[in-house]
């Protein structure tokens, strides 16, 4: 690996994670020495990164680290590719189109003579095992979580029962066919998960959630995470 690339490396390293990064993990994942790694680490420093840290403590890069735009590698974009097309198929029309919109981007950001492996390339998406019965448009969800407020909506529970609903909206989550909605329930006072599918009449209200969202991510996942340990065999 060039010195260069290993640079740009440490760098996403570091941006993937709020925690300190120590030089043994840096190490290991670019397979390199430890005094490689201290010393590109100096060699970023000097070139004024914004990187703290110290050797047994590990390292952290400035939240608000902006670095100059890059090219993609050849590899690199037929990675990200993989990821959009799947997203392209999906029955959300919204981040369909986002999806495809990216993909033009990620064409136009290889070198003419690297845009084969768009072409032709050697990673695949299975195709939909069926078609959706109802298409979905994620826009505004997406929007209330963006900007942190409350949804109301209509909803159509399996057994056909219909109510209606004041959310939090924490994420959306999405599988071949569908888009779930995890949210904090002001009716049920509990987080719940609703099909978007069976939501009808969204509407993005101007009042914003009590709580904060990192809050009731964190909630989420420690009750999936318990879930799964009691569902682990014993032994």
Not at 30 to 51: F, H, K, M, N, Q
Not at 116 to 144: F, H, I, N, Y
Request: glycine share 4%; hydrophobic share 45%; proline share 6%.
């Amino acid at each position: 690996m060039r010195t260069t690339d290993r640079l740009f490396q440490i760098i996403q390293i570091l941006r993937r994670t709020t925690r300190p990064v120590t030089a043994a993990a840096i190490a290991e994942e670019l397979e390199v020495s430890r005094r490689t790694v201290y010393r590109d680490i100096a060699a970023l420093i000097g070139r004024r990164v914004p990187i703290q840290g110290e050797a047994g403590l590990g390292y952290l890069i400035a939240d608000d680290y902006e670095m100059r735009p890059l090219a993609l590698s050849p590899a690199e974009a037929e990675a990200l590719e993989l990821g959009a097309r799947w997203v392209a198929r999906h029955p959300d029309t919204a981040l369909s189109r986002l999806a495809l919109d990216g993909l033009s981007k990620i064409r136009l950001s290889l070198p003419e003579a690297s845009r084969m492996v768009l072409d032709q390339p050697a990673l695949g998406v299975k195709e939909p095992a069926a078609a959706p019965e109802s298409l979905l448009d994620s826009t505004a969800l997406r929007e209330a979580i963006h900007r942190w407020r409350v949804v109301a909506f209509r909803y159509r529970a399996r057994d056909g029962a219909i109510t209606e609903r004041h959310v939090w909206p924490i994420l959306l989550g999405y599988d071949e066919t569908a888009c779930l909605l995890i949210a904090w329930c002001e009716d049920r006072q509990a987080i719940r998960h609703f099909r978007v599918e069976r939501m009808w009449e969204i509407e993005v209200l101007a009042r914003r959630p009590p709580r904060r969202r990192h809050d009731l991510v964190r909630q989420w996942r420690a009750a999936r995470t318990a879930a799964m340990e009691s569902l682990a065999p014993e032994g």
